[in-house]
């Protein structure tokens, strides 16, 4: 399997080895657009695997802080200040950039940065490029995602 993230339709696309379209999904990328520089709060663009997959069996809605569970569970009648928090939810697919010098080692590097697909509390931001950098889905699809694809399967990430 792999992925085609585009940043102008903001969907999701996944596609079988022998590039047979598969299933496409709402996402969210970053507010700020696409770049690849530290500390940018951007989508990077480019060639990227998953380098892992963290939140195999979490219930849905489950928190993550630094990959790791938290125990909370977000749901949408939590207070304001809590239900504005930027969440990671769910799942994680945590991306790490092909391209030396572009979204790989230095100033650029996508591992680095902590870019992952995960699941969000910004629901009804889904379609819309909101994110920290970040690809954002609905928590049902993200776990849809997860049990698709494969630690080292390919994510392009490109504007159109």
Not at 18 to 37: H, M, R
Not at 60 to 83: C, H
Request: with cysteine.
């Amino acid at each position: 399997m792999h992925i085609k993230i585009s940043i102008k339709e903001q969907k999701l696309h996944v596609y079988r080895d022998d590039n047979e379209w598969v299933k496409s999904f709402v996402i969210s990328t970053a507010e700020k657009g696409a770049g690849q520089n530290k500390g940018s709060f951007c989508t990077p663009l480019g060639q990227h695997i998953v380098r892992a997959k963290i939140g195999k069996g979490a219930p849905v809605f489950s928190e993550f802080v630094a990959r790791r569970l938290t125990g909370k569970i977000w749901n949408p009648s939590m207070p304001e200040a809590d239900s504005k928090k930027d969440w990671i939810l769910t799942r994680i697919l945590w991306l790490s950039g092909l391209e030396v010098g572009f979204n790989r080692l230095g100033n650029q590097d996508t591992m680095q940065r902590f870019i992952y697909i995960h699941g969000t509390n910004d629901l009804v931001n889904l379609g819309k490029p909101t994110s920290h950098g970040c690809i954002r889905m609905d928590n049902y699809d993200i776990i849809d995602l997860f049990d698709q694809i494969h630690v080292g399967d390919h994510v392009l990430i490109s504007e159109i």
